[in-house]
């Protein structure tokens, strides 16, 4: 269904009386931005002359190449700007979507940064007066600062990440709507690029950011440069505690907007969907920047952090144990630094043009030998006749560079392993460790293609959900929720066998300690997980492509388009939907290993300042038992309150819409407007407000168990009580979290692409009973994939890196 006569005049008494830019052909780069890039390069260099000769050298080339995404990643912001901004009309509803992204971002991150602060002054106020054993090289003062400082860095950083992302997917949706119209390829290529931006650049500042840490405590206080990844915890705990309140509130914002505005489009009135004459469109639209771009690079951004630093940990405790050397330790940082080149070469490897593309077609076809081509799945025709092969397909182009840079990340990780991995005692362990980097490699590969198999339209899960949808909502719901619950199996037992694998193979890389036992084993899943986030830019790239091409589609139609241009539209759209999926799986799956990681770091940070071992967690003893109970029920409640926030909120929004068309009958024929900005206030102050419980309970739990175990309890004789209790809270609620994260994002996406493809034209087309009940399945899955589920991801991460910022504060004494 399109916009009648009468709704196609619609928009311009709704909206045109804002003011908008003037399109700038060229762009130049302002003075304070040179001076910051100038300022930046100078500091880094200095802080590289900071550093210990056996490290300088490698310390530079990370620098240079993390500096080197930092301006790639201006540029693809720049190219992206300088294209058309499309009709006035195109213009005045990106304007409105933009005013209502910065009006919400500004105003949750003024609540994230009071709670940023206070909880920055709480740390502060632990470590200065937690006991410190006298073994240890750092006063309390200086752990605090040091904690405190890495903390409010990481906070900040991962703010940016998200915001940045924001801010280039609400400049650039107008231009691929733009695009659209002229060419369906160059529409591609802004959407990836302008999503390519926020990537390369939250890896490049958690790459810097981590560095001038680094540079700065080596510099300060003067200690081993193998001990300073432990004093740097803080700023993984940053990250994930802005993160978390990100998700959480985007999350509630885009899904309480998105479910009231289609039960009363698609269901109530049969409009259709981005309809300027929905109150609610608007809030819609503003919801798709704020939960899915802002939101997950701060998501992306925390993990990076957590991984690295935990690794770093691993690496540094190695070189102490094993006597290897300093590339142990700077492993982690050069993975990311790759990433950021594989990943570049990727994107422009999807851009259209002549350079490079004899090098990108060899490495095309040479990935078609290793990896299966997505895109042969695809060959479809569609409703007018029209038939789309590989070739023209968005998912081909955007899967062809994803194969490109796995297959580039490959070659470059055995060039990493044998120059930084090598140790003469051990000569072959740089190889048993490249195996372990190719497990990783190829954990996200399958994960990539176990949710692609479970969301897409063209495989039997989402076909089967559709036809579910002939006989009504209910049996739509039922087979939805099974497809979601059967799909947890094969990345549970994909991720376990990834874990294993990598650390046998670690074990056996010939690494022995002083005493003669194998410790390569946590370094190996260690570098399994770095081998899985290799590819990380460009995976974030796909993700930020998603919501971009869907205001893309909202303009389109709210500005009145030709069908054409919208069927455009609704082809990127769909893909989108596919590349957030799985991106969400990715996620899960990383999200995976970084918790093993912080989990073992936990433990030997509990070892290192007890002087006990601590290598079984019994949960025979009653108190540890109990706290894995509380862990797996705080998940649950955790998904409850995010998934009751979203309905809240939803209610409000359906209940403001009906009010307006009762009480103003002329929207619907274009003779009266819609009140937008009622239904943006209300779905701001509900994210803003529902954010706030689940959030502190989470950050609360671990100290919560830590502390109440550790003074109460029958095994008072019993040192490690609270941390025994904590590393059972940490594996229930992250075996439970990984699970039902994956049941929320693969049965949420399934859910959404059921309804997609009923709308293409199959089981009866947009407006029939097939598609109203796909949409009260859609209006399900909602909150599931895109609030619940992500903010999982979050959770599971910030659990463990409090544990291990508090891990020395749940011993009884220390040794001394």
Known sequence: MRLTGDSKTLLPTILRNRPHRKRRKQLSTPTNLRIFIGALGCTLFFSCLALPTEIRVAAFVLCTVAFGGFLFSLFLAKWVLMQEEGTEDMRVVSDAIRMGADGFLRTQYGTIIQLTIFCMLLLFVIYLFRQVPEHSPVGSLSLACTTAISFFMGAICSGTAGFVGMWVSVRSNVRVASAASKDCHLAISIALSAGAFSAILVVSMCLLGIFILFTSVSFILKIPFYRIPMLLVGYGFGASFVALFAQLGGGIYTKAADVGADIIGKVETSIPEDDPRNPAVIADLVG???GDCAGRGSDLFESIAAEIISAMIIGGVLMEQAQVGAGYLLFP?????????????????????????????????????????????????????????????????????????????????????????????????????????FIGLGTGYIFIAITHYYTDCSHSPVVYIAKSSMTGAGTNVIAGISVGLQSTLLPAVTITLAVLMSYRIGQASGLYDSNGEPV??????????????????????????????????????????????????????????????????????????????????????????????????????????????????????????????????????????????????????????????????????AALREMLIPGTVTVLSPAFVGYLFKFVGTHEDDPLIGAKCVASFLMFSTATGLLLALFFNTGGGAFDNAKKLIERGFYGGKGSDTHKAAVTGDTLGDPFKDTAGPSLHVLIKLISTIALVLAPSFVKGGKT
């Open 288 to 290: 798709d920047n704020v």
């Open 333 to 437: 940082l050069s993975v990311h630094a790759m990433d950021l080149l594989v990943s570049s070469f990727g994107i422009l490897s999807v851009q259209r043009g002549d350079n490079w593309a004899y090098l990108v077609s060899i490495l095309s076809r040479l990935s078609c030998y290793f990896y299966r081509d997505f895109s042969s799945e695809h060959n479809e025709t569609f409703e007018n006749g029209n038939s789309q092969t590989s070739e023209n397909n968005p998912f081909a182009l955007l899967m062809k560079g994803y194969r490109i840079s796995a297959i580039i990340s490959g070659i470059l990780i055995i060039f990493l392993c044998r120059c930084l991995l090598y140790h003469e005692a051990a000569p072959h362990a740089c190889w048993y460790f490249c195996l372990c980097a």
């Open 520 to 685: 390569g084993g946590l370094f190996g899943t260690a570098v399994a997980t770095m081998g899985m986030l290799s590819t990380a830019a460009y995976i974030l790239s796909m993700d930020v492509f998603g919501p971009i091409a869907d205001n893309a589609g909202g303009i389109v139609e709210m500005s009145a388009s030709t069908s054409d241009v919208r069927n455009i539209t609704d082809q990127l759209d769909a893909v989108g939907n596919t590349t957030k999926a799985i991106t969400k799986g990715y996620a899960v799956g990383t999200a995976a290993l970084a918790s093993f990681l912080l989990f073992t770091a936990f433990l030997d940070e509990v070892m290192e300042y007890s002087g006990l071992p601590l290598e079984i967690v019994d949960i025979a003893v009653p108190e540890v038992f109990f706290a894995g109970f509380i862990g797996a029920s705080l998940v649950f409640l955790f998904s409850g309150t995010t998934i009751r926030a979203v309905g809240s909120a939803a209610q409000d929004v359906v209940a403001e819409v009906r009010r307006q068309f009762t009480n103003f009958p002329g929207i619907m024929n274009g003779t009266q407007k819609p009140d937008y900005q009622a239904c943006v206030s209300i779905v701001t102050k």
